[in-house]
């Protein structure tokens, strides 16, 4: 299968019936079913997997952004956004953990490691799920009630930056290199079906608005720690170097 016929997937190449298939460890029935897999009711197209999942990495990059300002607050002397960092917390607990994280080790794993790629890489990013759910706990703990003691603070600085150090690169690889290869590997009749149990997983768990229900979420978090402006991010323009080579001295 080519890229170009993973990406330009027909009705006609859809149609018709196949046999189940079971992802190795998975327990769930893959089924190639109708179009509307693809194209939804009244040919609305679907989110595929790999698209889904990159998404959900949005939410996670802009709580590694709570997790930074956290840590600018603290170091600072400011008091600790113990609020704001819980909530985030939460949300990488609910979200990222119990959601999009689950969806990789049962869905994208399972199939990856069937067809013998990048069985290093999975383990890898295995651990680093376990060792996220571990700081996580730490930081819901530690910002249950704001943290007094220099000690539990620097504990608390340590673990927010322990945590964006590693999902910085973890989800850069699944981005660029797992996701990628999952869809090249992936039947296409699969590939269909699991965007459909993607997205009854995520209305499952968050409602029928799902997805956009955590954005809301996160979205408040960001306001009040007042880091929601976008063009607050977007580097000054100086005139401390001077222009086309020329020395600025008179």
């Known amino acids: 299968m080519s890229r170009r016929d993973l990406l330009g997937l027909s009705t006609v190449a859809l149609a018709g019936a196949v046999p189940l298939t079971v992802y190795p460890g998975s327990g ?5 079913e109708s179009p509307s897999l693809v194209h939804g009711h009244g040919h609305k ?3 595929t997997p790999p698209e889904d999942l990159m998404r959900e990495h949005g939410v996670l990059k802009s709580i590694l952004l709570v997790y930074r300002e956290g840590i600018r607050r603290i170091q600072r002397g400011e008091q600790v956004p113990a609020q704001a960092l819980h909530a985030a917390a939460r949300v990488i607990r609910d979200f990222i953990e119990h959601h999009h994280e689950q969806l990789e080790e049962k869905y994208i794993f399972p ?3 069937e067809a013998g790629r990048l069985r290093h890489t999975i383990t890898v990013l295995c651990l680093q799920h376990k060792r996220g759910r571990e700081v996580t706990a730490r930081i819901l703990a530690a910002t249950h009630h704001s943290a007094a003691s220099a000690h539990q603070r620097n504990a608390l600085v340590s673990d ?4 964006i150090r ?3 690169p973890h989800e850069a690889r699944e981005d660029t290199v797992v996701f990628p290869l999952f869809r090249k590997v992936t039947p296409a009749r699969q590939f269909a079906r699991l965007g459909e149990i993607f997205e009854a997983e995520e ?3 968050f409602g029928h608005r799902g997805f956009t229900t955590v954005v809301h979420r996160v979205s408040d978090i960001e306001k009040a720690l007042h880091i929601h402006d976008l063009s607050q991010f977007t580097p000054r323009k100086s005139s401390t170097y001077p222009r086309h080579g020329r020395s600025s001295a008179r």
């Open 45 to 47: 197209p679907r989110v």
């Open 166 to 168: 590693m999902y910085e």
């Open 111 to 113: 199939r990856l490691r």
């Open 160 to 163: 927010l930056a322990a945590f």
């Open 28 to 32: 769930t029935a893959l089924a190639a």
């Open 203 to 205: 209305h499952r768990r």
